[in-house]
């Protein structure tokens, strides 16, 4: 395959490549050497032709008018005839020279000079008295009258002559001088050949600068075809050219962007590809991480449990007060690794999917008036102070038992975390289609740089406060399943003198539809 591409490019470049621009000028010029040629032989072959049948045409239509001449006879017996003024203008324009005279040789009438040269030429014609020192060719030939070309070895002219008798009895000689057709015929193709060259010169010039502007477009997309082959598509065309091209070079844009369109996906694709195996990196060193915590939350309650149930079997203390803590402190250990063993797999189940959320409506406020009363134990160990702010219903959509465990973990982390007065306030409000829970203790505000990793599993702000009442850094990763999974905001904030957690739930109808 290699091959083949590598004899495709050297063909390619053997290839002789002739301009577009240049090709259509040399045709262009080619056709107008060829007009020249064309006119040079119509010229030398049917010009003189053409020319004497013209002059012959209006030497008959010189005849028709010389019929309709009115001619009157005096008194004297002399006749005469009256010429129009178009008549000496039609003889003025085609160069006509004439005379009519009557049977006896009397002169009616004449246009032209040398009326007595044309009388003594008619009359020789009349009585045939001339034919040896005239050549003629006739060239049309009636019972009235002659046309001929003759050559006047006098005048050392040629001329196209009509001679003949009329309807009146009068006879007539119209002349008109024939100039060397050759002669002209001659100078005409040189001077053809003098223009030709210089409207060649010039169509030459103006077909260079036209072409341009027709090749202009084509060269453009030779360009844009070149660079789209190297994988630049930031090149377009932007010719107009008013045709076709216009429509290619659309067709190239429109080609461009798809293909770059579609480099940009596998580029996408790749680098989707990368973070899928730096995901997959991640999610192995979470792995690791998760268990290196696990680890680390079980083995201090393992060794404690370890450390007292050796001293219990050993006798250690014969004291029954001794032996009691002994046995206290293992069961709250133990107490404690079956509570992290159980959020782990609550958290693992809501993370997963796994734990579906069941919507139900019901009232927040009393469930949270439901939590307090069963924490009122654990209120009064921690000697906190608190106070729900909530006078009437508020009924939400939600699943009831995952937002219990969310109060039960945000008032245990507030007791957990206690200062000053030991207050703990709970309050709701509604707003924009949403009902939105407080928690609110008095304490030391949490340092804003530990805000956004609260909800991250086994964090701690404080691990040796953390310790001391056996927290886990499970129960915000475990509020933030929750509400994830329902949908729903949550945050934390702090203020002057504690720190507020709270989240927000749908709002319900106040009353059940099937009772409305």
Same mark, same amino acid.
């Given at each position: 395959?290699?091959?083949?591409?590598? #004899?495709?490019?050297?063909?390619?470049?053997?290839?002789?490549?002739?301009?577009?621009?240049?090709?259509?000028?040399?045709?262009?010029?080619? @056709?107008?050497?060829?007009?020249?040629?064309?006119?040079?032989?119509?010229?030398?072959?049917?010009?003189?032709?053409?020319?004497?049948?013209?002059?012959? &045409?209006?030497?008959?239509?010189?005849?028709?008018?010389?019929?309709?001449?009115?001619?009157?006879?005096?008194?004297?017996?002399?006749?005469?005839?009256?010429?129009?003024?178009?008549?000496?203008?039609?003889? +003025?324009?085609?160069?006509?020279?004439?005379?009519?005279?009557?049977?006896?040789?009397?002169?009616?009438? +004449?246009?032209?000079?040398?009326?007595?040269?044309?009388?003594?030429?008619?009359?020789?014609? =009349?009585?045939?008295?001339?034919?040896?020192?005239?050549?003629?060719? =006739?060239?049309?030939?009636?019972? *009235?009258?002659?046309?001929?070309?003759?050559?006047?070895?006098?005048?050392?002219?040629?001329?196209?002559?009509?001679?003949?008798?009329?309807?009146?009895?009068?006879?007539?000689?119209?002349? !008109?001088? $024939?100039?060397?057709?050759? /002669?002209?015929?001659?100078?005409?193709?040189?001077?053809?050949?003098?223009?030709?060259?210089?409207?060649?010169?010039?169509?030459?010039?103006?077909?260079?600068?036209?072409?341009?502007?027709?090749?202009?477009?084509?060269?453009? $997309?030779?360009?844009?075809?070149?660079?789209?082959?190297?994988?630049?598509?930031? %090149?377009?065309?932007?010719?107009?050219?008013?045709?076709?091209?216009?429509? $290619?070079? /659309? *067709?190239?844009?429109?080609?461009?962007?798809?293909?770059?369109?579609?480099? +940009?996906?596998?580029?996408?694709?790749?680098?989707?590809? $990368?973070?899928?195996? &730096?995901?997959?990196?991640?999610?192995?060193?979470?792995?690791?991480?998760?268990?290196?915590?696990?680890?680390?939350?079980?083995?201090?309650?393992?060794?404690?449990?370890?450390?007292?149930?050796?001293?219990?079997?050993? *006798?250690?203390?014969?004291?029954?007060?001794?032996?009691?803590?002994?046995?206290? =402190?293992?069961?709250?250990?133990?107490?404690?690794?079956?509570?992290?063993?159980?959020?782990?797999? !609550?958290?693992?189940?809501?993370?997963?999917?796994?734990?579906?959320?069941?919507?139900?409506?019901?009232?927040?406020?009393? @469930?949270?008036?439901?939590?307090?009363?069963?924490?009122?134990?654990?209120?009064?160990?921690?000697? %906190?102070?608190?106070?729900?702010?909530?006078?009437?219903?508020?009924?939400?959509?939600?699943?009831?038992?995952?937002?219990?465990?969310?109060?039960?973990?945000?008032?245990?982390?507030?007791?957990?975390?206690?200062?000053?007065?030991?207050?703990?306030?709970?309050?709701? /409000?509604?707003?924009?289609?949403?009902?939105?829970?407080?928690?609110?203790?008095?304490?030391?505000?949490?340092?804003?740089? #530990?805000?956004?990793?609260?909800?991250?599993?086994?964090?701690?702000?404080?691990? %040796?406060?953390?310790?001391?009442?056996?927290?886990?850094?499970?129960?915000?990763?475990?509020?933030?399943?929750?509400?994830?999974?329902?949908?729903?905001?949550?945050?934390?904030?702090?203020?002057?003198?504690?720190?507020?957690?709270?989240? !927000?739930?749908?709002?319900?109808? /106040?009353?059940?539809?099937?009772?409305?």
């Amino acid at each position: 395959m290699r091959f083949f591409h590598k #004899d495709s490019d050297k063909k390619r470049k053997n290839r002789k490549f002739h301009p577009l621009r240049r090709q259509i000028a040399v045709l262009f010029i080619g @056709l107008l050497l060829l007009s020249m040629v064309v006119i040079t032989l119509i010229n030398g072959l049917f010009l003189e032709h053409y020319y004497i049948s013209r002059k012959t &045409e209006v030497l008959k239509e010189a005849v028709e008018k010389l019929e309709n001449l009115e001619v009157e006879t005096d008194s004297d017996g002399n006749s005469s005839a009256e010429v129009s003024d178009e008549m000496f203008k039609d003889c +003025s324009e085609n160069n006509l020279t004439w005379v009519m005279v009557t049977a006896d040789g009397q002169t009616i009438c +004449s246009v032209g000079s040398n009326e007595d040269l044309l009388q003594a030429r008619l009359v020789g014609y =009349v009585y045939d008295l001339d034919q040896k020192k005239n050549k003629e060719k =006739v060239l049309q030939k009636n019972d *009235n009258y002659v046309i001929q070309q003759v050559s006047d070895r006098f005048a050392r002219m040629e001329y196209v002559e009509s001679w003949g008798e009329l309807g009146n009895g009068c006879y007539f000689l119209i002349r !008109t001088p $024939l100039e060397s057709i050759r /002669e002209s015929v001659a100078i005409s193709n040189s001077f053809y050949f003098y223009v030709g060259l210089g409207i060649i010169a010039l169509s030459g010039l103006v077909v260079w600068v036209i072409t341009k502007r027709i090749t202009k477009p084509i060269s453009e $997309l030779t360009q844009l075809s070149t660079k789209m082959s190297e994988l630049d598509f930031d %090149a377009k065309y932007h010719s107009q050219a008013g045709n076709e091209i216009d429509e $290619l070079g /659309e *067709n190239f844009n429109r080609m461009s962007e798809q293909l770059e369109k579609t480099i +940009s996906e596998l580029k996408s694709a790749n680098n989707q590809l $990368l973070k899928d195996i &730096e995901n997959k990196e991640k999610i192995d060193q979470m792995r690791q991480e998760f268990l290196n915590n696990v680890s680390h939350e079980l083995k201090t309650p393992i060794a404690l449990v370890q450390g007292y149930a050796e001293g219990l079997k050993e *006798n250690i203390s014969d004291d029954p007060e001794s032996r009691e803590f002994y046995c206290d =402190v293992i069961m709250d250990e133990a107490a404690k690794m079956n509570k992290l063993v159980k959020n782990l797999l !609550t958290l693992n189940q809501l993370e997963s999917g796994r734990d579906e959320v069941s919507m139900e409506r019901f009232d927040i406020v009393s @469930l949270i008036r439901g939590v307090l009363q069963s924490m009122d134990i654990m209120i009064q160990q921690k000697e %906190a102070k608190v106070s729900f702010e909530a006078s009437e219903p508020v009924y939400v959509w939600a699943d009831e038992f995952k937002i219990e465990e969310v109060v039960t973990n945000y008032l245990t982390n507030a007791m957990n975390h206690l200062g000053g007065d030991h207050n703990i306030r709970i309050w709701s /409000e509604t707003l924009d289609g949403v009902a939105k829970i407080h928690v609110y203790n008095n304490g030391t505000p949490i340092p804003e740089e #530990d805000l956004p990793n609260l909800w991250t599993k086994f964090y701690k702000v404080d691990k %040796a406060r953390t310790r001391a009442y056996g927290g886990s850094g499970i129960g915000l990763s475990i509020v933030k399943a929750i509400m994830e999974a329902h949908h729903q905001q949550y945050g934390v904030a702090n203020h002057e003198d504690g720190v507020e957690f709270w989240f !927000t739930l749908a709002l319900a109808p /106040e009353k059940p539809e099937e009772e409305e």
